[in-house]
């Protein structure tokens, strides 16, 4: 990976994640979640589905977070593109590198990724829903279709809580797209999608 794949990039507008995931919140991110049956569920599934990609892959974690997956991107030998719109958050998940020849990390927004077209293999946007409206969740899900070459990983709260984003407005945002996996999260209403290109 060249340096050119990724530029750093004012976030679009401001993201209430970006101000709350900040200093001793961001650092104690994973010691709050790590242990509930919502995170152990989503590591099973989305580390199963990393695994199952070709060794060597190119991802996109967007956001990255504190780097909950780099465990499994090390171990596969992917190709790893950071992106997350809190250089705290983006601090946490550097710590846990053991193989920094195989990531590159960016500040940036998902509505506007700094990225050609078609520079990933797969991007995987976990906890992210929540925090757009429902029309940049649209945005997200076009650019991610943008960057992206073979599939898109991303967790929604379908129904039940006032953030939740059905599975049909992010069907509406596919074009040439579809949902290939579903996957029940910890409860129902909770859900782990994969779309792949039609």
Known sequence: ??????EYLPPVGQQQGALKYTGQVAAGYDAKREQSPKWICEQRIIEQWIDEMPEGSVILDAPCGTGRFFPAYERNK???LGL?????????????????????????????????????????NCRITRWLSPEDNVLMMKEMQRVARKGIIWTARIAHHPHARSRELFESALDGWKIERDAIGYELPYRIFMAVPA
């Not at 990976?1 to 990724?6: E, G, W, Y």
């Open 1 to 6: 990976m060249t340096d050119s794949l990724m």
């Open 84 to 124: 997350d719109i809190s250089p705290d958050m983006i601090a946490q998940a550097k710590a846990k590198i053991t193989q920094p020849n195989l990531f590159k990390f960016g500040v940036g927004d998902v509505r506007q990724v700094p990225l050609e077209d078609k520079t990933v293999d797969f991007s995987i």
């Open 78 to 80: 992917h190709l790893v």
